[in-house]
């Protein structure tokens, strides 16, 4: 059984519990850590967790071999580093960090201290997304020529009040934070993207510092494509849709407004897709890879390294929009 702990006792903090205590037998919780003390202990309470009110005391205990992070998107790179200096092994929530020279440490040290690093990218690990990625490698609809994709959604005004969201120092926002599971997607399937322009900002919501709609295109060595995003779609969400145009055929997925335009062999995988985040559901999916990975077995689909290139993607269009110019992606795609 891995032992682990939490730092960061936060919303999505409960979706990782849920995932955890579904693979019985293969993990156990042993303390939390918040540096809101108030939260730990209301935290504790829910879950039955020890709390622990020193982080260096949690990173000390040799029993933990695994660290899961799920504090803002801002202090990723700090805590996560503390933790692999600790030589524990490491899981993140999105994103790994906010600037690529923190994102470049991580993986250079996590490697070389041959330690895992992971990334909770749960989308890649769905049946759906797997059986797309699947078809396109055996051209099932041809030669993959053009990707299309759209995220409406929306986030009122109590998400951003009295929070770290939109304070772009701490949240990496729609493109690194809201967006980053499906920017990986694309770029795990139709990629890897090696050229992005994008156009966009904060358009609608004028109190916040990150973008709240962004329109996109890329380029990859086998075609074209667009992202478009936003969470100004007032007064609700309207879901997602991916399309994939291949020179014999098309494969489509929708959710939300868009469901109905899904492709007639994909619709026996919606119901995964409905599955609520703080269900676990798909954090369970990445504990479960975890698991394999420090048991030994050759897994690394959620590692740091076949993670990595997606964000780079993100900080990408993120460089586009600032600098107003095409951005030519680094690295590779290692998946």
């Given at each position: ?297 050759n897994i690394d689909s959620v590692s740091i390294k ?30």
């Amino acid at each position: 059984m891995i032992k682990l702990g939490i730092i960061g006792c936060g919303r999505i903090a409960g979706a990782h519990i849920n995932a955890i205590r579904s693979l019985k037998g293969k993990f156990d919780v042993v303390s939390l850590f918040d540096v809101n003390a108030d939260k730990a202990e209301e935290f504790s309470k829910k879950t039955g967790i020890k709390v622990i009110h020193n982080l260096d005391e949690l990173l000390s205990d040799n029993s933990i071999d695994l660290v899961s992070i799920t504090v803002p998107d801002g202090f990723h790179y700090e805590m996560a580093k503390k933790a692999l200096l600790a030589h524990k092994n490491v899981l993140l929530e999105k994103p790994i960090a906010l600037n690529i020279n923190e994102i470049n440490d991580l993986l250079g040290f996590s490697s070389k201290e041959k330690l895992f690093l992971g990334v909770v990218l749960q989308k890649r690990l769905f049946k759906a997304f797997k059986e797309v990625k699947r078809m396109i490698r055996n051209e099932e609809i041809g030669h993959l020529f053009l990707t299309s994709f759209q995220q409406i959604w929306y986030r009122d005004e109590h998400y951003f009040e009295n929070s770290w969201h939109g304070n772009k120092k701490i949240d990496g926002g729609l493109i690194l934070n809201q967006s980053a599971h499906n920017i990986d997607l694309i770029d795990w399937i139709s990629g890897p993207i090696g050229k992005v322009f994008a156009y966009g900002g904060t358009i609608v919501k004028k109190k916040i510092e990150t973008e709240d709609a962004v329109s996109s295109v890329f380029k990859t060595k086998r075609g074209i494509g667009n992202i478009t995003l936003t969470i100004s779609s007032y007064p609700s969400n309207y879901g997602e849709l991916f399309e994939f145009i291949g020179d014999k055929g098309k494969i489509a997925i929708g959710t939300g407004a868009f469901e109905h335009l899904t492709s007639e062999k994909l619709l026996t995988y919606m119901p995964e897709l409905k599955r609520p985040t703080l269900s676990g559901y798909g954090h369970r999916l990445v504990y479960d890879e975890v698991y394999k990975a420090l048991s030994g077995e050759n897994i690394d689909s959620v590692s740091i390294k076949n993670t990595y290139h997606s964000f780079l993607v993100g900080l990408g269009i993120r460089k586009s929009l600032e600098e107003n110019k095409e951005v030519i992606i680094g690295g590779k795609n290692e998946h």
